[in-house]
C-alpha cells in the first residue's frame, strides 16, 4: 500500500468540505486526503449561474483558497478520480492505479446533472465549472435561449442571461416548482414570471432537436421553437457508482443510518450522493441541497471520529433568486399539508406561507418578495416549534425577540 490515511473523503464540495472542516476542528493529529476529479480548491455551484450571468467572476465561485487544505494539514489528490473501493482492503483506487488505505472513509461524491438522450454541441447541462465556462461561451451572441425543466438549476440561469434575450422554458409537468412548492405559491410565481416576459410551455418536452444556423426545437406539443442554445435542468442522478460495486446498500442514493453510516461500519456517505431520512416523514430521500450536504458532512465528520451523534434528518431548504425576484421553500410545502396559513401583501407583492401539521407545528414555508426570514423558519420546523404568530407571517416581527421566545 503507498499510502495510508486515518480520514479519507471522496469529493471536495459542500458535503466533503464540512466533514474536513468538523475533523480538524476536533482533531489535529489525524492524517486525512482529499481526493477529487476536479482540480481546483472547493467552489459554490450555487452561485454559478450568476458566473454564467456575468454578475462575479469565476474567483468569486471559490469557497476557499489554494492554501486553506495545506493550513488544515490536509493531503489534496485533486485532478485524481477514484475508480474503486475495496472494503475489506481496505482502500480506494485511483484511475492511475495507486490505492489509498483508509481508516474511516466518507463517499461524498455528489450527483451529475441528467442529460437528454438527444443531444447537440448547443446542448449543455450545469453543474460543474467546465460546464458554466461553455455555457458562457454559448451564450456570446445568443439571442434566444431554451431551457428544460424548471428547477434550481434552469430558472436561475434564465433570469441571469442577458436582458433583451428570448427566454422560454420547457417543462414537464403542468406547473413549475412541482417537487418543490404547493400550487398556488407556484401559480403565483408562474404570474410574475410570465410578465417578466418568460415563456413558458407547460406539460411538454423537447422531442427532436434540428441542427442549423439556429437550433430548432420540435416539442411534444408539435409547436417548433427557434433557438441558439439549449440547457438542460432535469434533475440530477447520485454518483453512486462506486458504493454499488463496493457492494454496499444502494437504492437512488447510498442508503445511510442516523449516524450517516452507510451499510458498511467505516464508509460514511454525506451530501446528494446520500439517501436517509427526511426530517419530516422519516422516509429515505435525497434532499439534493447545500445545507443538507453541510448538516450531513459534519454529523458524517463527528461520526467517523468516534463520537456517536444522530443526524435529526434533513430538510428541503430552496432559497434563490428568480428574474429578481427572492423565492423561498422550505421543510414542506405540499398542498396535502393538514394547515397552511397565507398571508399576501398586494402593495409590497410579498406573498408568505406556512405550513403546519395536526398539532399547530410549522413544517414549512414559502416565500416570494422576500425571504429574509427563511433561516428563522427553517430553525423553526428543526426545533418542531408550533408556530409562533401572525406577526411572524406579516414579517413585522422582531426576529431576535422570536428567537429567544423558540430559546425560552
Ligand atoms: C446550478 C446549480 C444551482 C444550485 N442551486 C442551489 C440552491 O440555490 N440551493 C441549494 O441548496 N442547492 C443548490 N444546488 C444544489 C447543490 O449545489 C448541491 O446540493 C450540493 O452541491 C451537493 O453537494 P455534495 O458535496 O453532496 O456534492 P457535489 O457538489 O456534487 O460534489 C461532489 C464532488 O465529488 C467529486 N467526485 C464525484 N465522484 C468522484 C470520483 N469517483 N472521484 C473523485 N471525485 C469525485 C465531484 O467532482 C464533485 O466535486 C444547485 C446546484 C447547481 C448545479
Same mark, same amino acid.
Given at each position: 500500500?503507498?499510502?495510508?490515511?486515518?480520514?479519507? !473523503?471522496?469529493?471536495?464540495?459542500?458535503?466533503?468540505?464540512?466533514?474536513?472542516?468538523?475533523?480538524?476542528?476536533?482533531?489535529?493529529?489525524?492524517? !486525512?486526503?482529499?481526493?477529487?476529479?476536479?482540480?481546483?480548491?472547493?467552489?459554490?455551484?450555487?452561485?454559478?449561474?450568476?458566473?454564467?450571468?456575468?454578475?462575479?467572476?469565476?474567483?468569486?465561485?471559490?469557497?476557499?483558497? #489554494?492554501?486553506?487544505?495545506?493550513? *488544515?494539514?490536509?493531503?489534496?489528490?485533486?485532478?485524481?478520480?477514484?475508480?474503486?473501493?475495496?472494503?475489506?482492503?481496505?482502500?480506494?483506487?485511483?484511475?492511475?492505479?495507486?490505492?489509498?488505505?483508509?481508516?474511516?472513509?466518507? =463517499?461524498?461524491?455528489?450527483?451529475?446533472?441528467?442529460? %437528454?438522450?438527444?443531444?447537440? @454541441?448547443?446542448?449543455?447541462?450545469?453543474?460543474?465549472?467546465?460546464?458554466?465556462?461553455?455555457?458562457?461561451?454559448?451564450?456570446?451572441?445568443?439571442?434566444?435561449?431554451?431551457?428544460?425543466?424548471?428547477?434550481?438549476?434552469?430558472?436561475?440561469? %434564465?433570469?441571469?442571461?442577458?436582458?433583451?434575450? $428570448?427566454?422560454?422554458?420547457?417543462?414537464?409537468?403542468?406547473?413549475?416548482?412541482?417537487?418543490?412548492?404547493?400550487?398556488?405559491?407556484?401559480? !403565483?410565481? @408562474?404570474?410574475?414570471? =410570465?410578465?417578466?416576459?418568460?415563456?413558458?410551455?407547460?406539460?411538454?418536452?423537447?422531442? #427532436?432537436?434540428?441542427?442549423?444556423?439556429? =437550433?430548432?426545437?420540435?416539442? #411534444?406539443?408539435?409547436?417548433?421553437?427557434?433557438?441558439? =442554445?439549449?440547457?438542460?435542468?432535469?434533475?440530477?442522478?447520485? +454518483?453512486?457508482?462506486?458504493?454499488?460495486?463496493?457492494?454496499?446498500?444502494?437504492?437512488?442514493?447510498?442508503?445511510?443510518?442516523?449516524?450517516?453510516?452507510?451499510?458498511?461500519?467505516?464508509?460514511?456517505?454525506?451530501?446528494?450522493?446520500?439517501?436517509?431520512?427526511?426530517? +419530516?416523514?422519516?422516509?429515505?430521500?435525497? #434532499?439534493?441541497?447545500?445545507?443538507?450536504?453541510?448538516?450531513?458532512?459534519?454529523?458524517?465528520?463527528?461520526?467517523?471520529?468516534?463520537?456517536?451523534? $444522530?443526524?435529526?434528518?434533513? *430538510?428541503?431548504?430552496? !432559497?434563490?433568486?428568480?428574474?429578481?425576484?427572492?423565492?423561498?421553500?422550505?421543510?414542506?410545502?405540499?398542498?396535502?399539508?393538514?394547515?397552511?396559513?397565507?398571508?399576501?401583501?398586494?402593495?409590497?407583492?410579498?406573498?408568505?406561507?406556512?405550513?403546519?401539521?395536526?398539532?399547530?407545528?410549522?413544517?414549512?414555508?414559502?416565500?416570494?418578495? @422576500?425571504?429574509?426570514?427563511?433561516? *428563522?423558519?427553517?430553525?423553526?420546523?428543526?426545533?418542531?416549534?408550533?408556530?409562533?404568530?401572525?406577526?411572524?407571517?406579516?414579517?413585522?416581527?422582531?426576529?431576535? @425577540?422570536?428567537?429567544?421566545?423558540?430559546?425560552?
Amino acid at each position: 500500500m503507498a499510502q495510508y490515511f486515518d480520514f479519507v !473523503i471522496i469529493g471536495n464540495s459542500a458535503a466533503g468540505l464540512q466533514a474536513l472542516r468538523t475533523l480538524r476542528k476536533h482533531d489535529r493529529s489525524r492524517t !486525512i486526503a482529499i481526493i477529487d476529479r476536479e482540480d481546483c480548491p472547493a467552489y459554490s455551484r450555487v452561485l454559478t449561474p450568476y458566473y454564467v450571468g456575468g454578475h462575479i467572476d469565476r474567483a468569486g465561485l471559490d469557497i476557499v483558497a #489554494q492554501t486553506f487544505y495545506q493550513q *488544515l494539514g490536509v493531503t489534496t489528490l485533486f485532478g485524481q478520480s477514484a475508480v474503486a473501493i475495496d472494503p475489506d482492503g481496505p482502500y480506494v483506487e485511483l484511475a492511475d492505479g495507486s490505492k489509498i488505505g483508509f481508516g474511516k472513509l466518507l =463517499l461524498a461524491t455528489g450527483a451529475e446533472a441528467r442529460t %437528454l438522450n438527444i443531444s447537440s @454541441e448547443r446542448t449543455t447541462v450545469l453543474r460543474h465549472a467546465a460546464d458554466a465556462e461553455k455555457l458562457i461561451t454559448l451564450l456570446k451572441g445568443a439571442k434566444a435561449v431554451t431551457a428544460i425543466g424548471a428547477g434550481l438549476v434552469s430558472l436561475p440561469l %434564465l433570469s441571469h442571461a442577458e436582458k433583451g434575450m $428570448e427566454k422560454h422554458l420547457v417543462v414537464g409537468s403542468k406547473r413549475i416548482f412541482s417537487r418543490v412548492v404547493d400550487a398556488e405559491t407556484a401559480a !403565483i410565481l @408562474e404570474k410574475s414570471l =410570465l410578465e417578466k416576459g418568460l415563456q413558458l410551455f407547460k406539460g411538454n418536452d423537447v422531442n #427532436q432537436i434540428n441542427e442549423g444556423a439556429r =437550433l430548432t426545437l420540435s416539442l #411534444q406539443s408539435g409547436e417548433q421553437l427557434q433557438t441558439d =442554445l439549449l440547457i438542460v435542468g432535469k434533475g440530477v442522478t447520485p +454518483n453512486i457508482q462506486l458504493a454499488v460495486e463496493a457492494g454496499l446498500q444502494t437504492n437512488e442514493g447510498v442508503c445511510i443510518d442516523r449516524f450517516c453510516r452507510s451499510s458498511h461500519p467505516d464508509i460514511f456517505v454525506a451530501g446528494d450522493a446520500a439517501e436517509g431520512a427526511d426530517f +419530516n416523514c422519516g422516509e429515505a430521500t435525497i #434532499q439534493g441541497n447545500w445545507m443538507t450536504a453541510v448538516e450531513q458532512g459534519e454529523n458524517a465528520a463527528l461520526n467517523m471520529l468516534g463520537y456517536r451523534v $444522530e443526524y435529526e434528518g434533513s *430538510l428541503k431548504n430552496n !432559497i434563490t433568486e428568480i428574474f429578481g425576484i427572492d423565492v423561498a421553500a422550505v421543510g414542506y410545502c405540499q398542498d396535502d399539508a393538514p394547515v397552511a396559513m397565507l398571508h399576501y401583501n398586494a402593495l409590497t407583492e410579498r406573498f408568505r406561507k406556512v405550513f403546519l401539521d395536526e398539532q399547530q407545528r410549522v413544517i414549512g414555508a414559502t416565500m416570494i418578495g @422576500e425571504t429574509n426570514d427563511a433561516g *428563522l423558519y427553517y430553525q423553526l420546523v428543526k426545533t418542531r416549534s408550533r408556530f409562533p404568530g401572525q406577526q411572524l407571517l406579516a414579517g413585522t416581527a422582531n426576529y431576535a @425577540e422570536t428567537q429567544l421566545r423558540l430559546a425560552c
